[in-house]
């Protein structure tokens, strides 16, 4: 080799330092050193960031905020989904259909039970102790022979209208019925007719349903309608009008549906 010096060149870091140097080594009027230029640019960021609504305590905005998203409870039932329909067992059971030639009594006891009609004797005997323990008056226990016979003579002067239930017994010979005053006496109808029941009086509970005294009978009904018939997927239902003259809180007024 020769006697002529290498010369290195300087590296990246060392230029790269020397450049910083520079940078630092300049004086800004106003500012004894660094420290101070960032706090003050950050004293004007936050004063070109302040609203009018800042003097807000966060208590306050997070009571705010909760308040917004409280959830609100509402009264309604999940509807349950939509199950597919067997039409296989559609319309009148197989044990009906089987009946050859049945009486209207055969088909009156398959709505009507027995098991209904003993729970009237009872019921019908035990509110007539009841009111015997009040009045001291003397009465003749029934039984399901005569309850049967009871029913029947409604069903009857449901047909044939009279004014008054006592008509049929009338001595006048076009209002008598024969049949019906030989079935059972009159007094004896009114007996029964005041004394029926089908649910006991003391037992009856304070916030009790309207339709407490009626309602082993109703749901004895609804039991033996869907027992002897299997509804379809489509049913149409309609309403009707029943006169009646009694005190009820059920009652309605409607003028436009006279009857």
């Not at 998203?69 to 989904?81: G, I, Q, R, V, Y």
């Not at 009594?105 to 709505?111: A, D, P």
């Not at 004394?195 to 304070?206: F, G, K, T, V, Y």
């Amino acid at each position: 080799m020769s006697d002529e010096e290498a010369v290195v060149p300087p590296s990246d870091l060392e230029s790269d330092c020397s450049e910083c140097d520079v940078g630092f080594d300049v004086d800004i009027p106003g500012f004894d050193n660094e420290n101070d230029l960032v706090l003050q640019n950050r004293r004007s960021d936050t004063s070109s960031d302040w609203d009018s609504d800042d003097h807000i305590s966060l208590a306050t905005i997070r009571t705010n905020i909760i308040r917004q998203k409280e959830p609100t409870w509402l009264k309604s039932n999940k509807p349950d989904p939509p199950s597919s329909f067997d039409e296989t067992d559609c319309g009148v059971p197989d044990f009906i259909k089987k009946l050859i030639k049945p009486t209207p009594f055969q088909v009156f006891q398959l709505f009507i039970s027995d098991q209904l009609l003993d729970r009237i004797v009872y019921q019908t005997n035990l509110y007539a102790a009841q009111g015997h323990i009040t009045s001291g008056k003397k009465y003749t226990q029934t039984d399901i022979d005569e309850i049967k016979v009871f029913l029947g003579i409604n069903i009857l002067m449901g047909i044939k209208h009279l004014p008054s239930y006592r008509d049929h017994w009338s001595s006048e010979p076009d209002l008598h019925d024969y049949f019906i005053s030989n079935l059972m006496s009159v007094n004896r109808f009114r007996w029964l007719l005041g004394n029926l029941h089908l649910n006991d009086n003391i037992s009856m509970p304070r916030n009790y349903d309207k339709l407490y005294k009626l309602r082993p009978f109703l749901s004895s009904l609804e039991e033996s309608f869907q027992r002897c018939l299997h509804l379809h997927e489509h049913v149409a239902i309609d309403e009707g009008m029943i006169r009646f003259k009694g005190r009820n809180s059920l009652k309605q007024y409607m003028p436009k549906t006279p009857i």
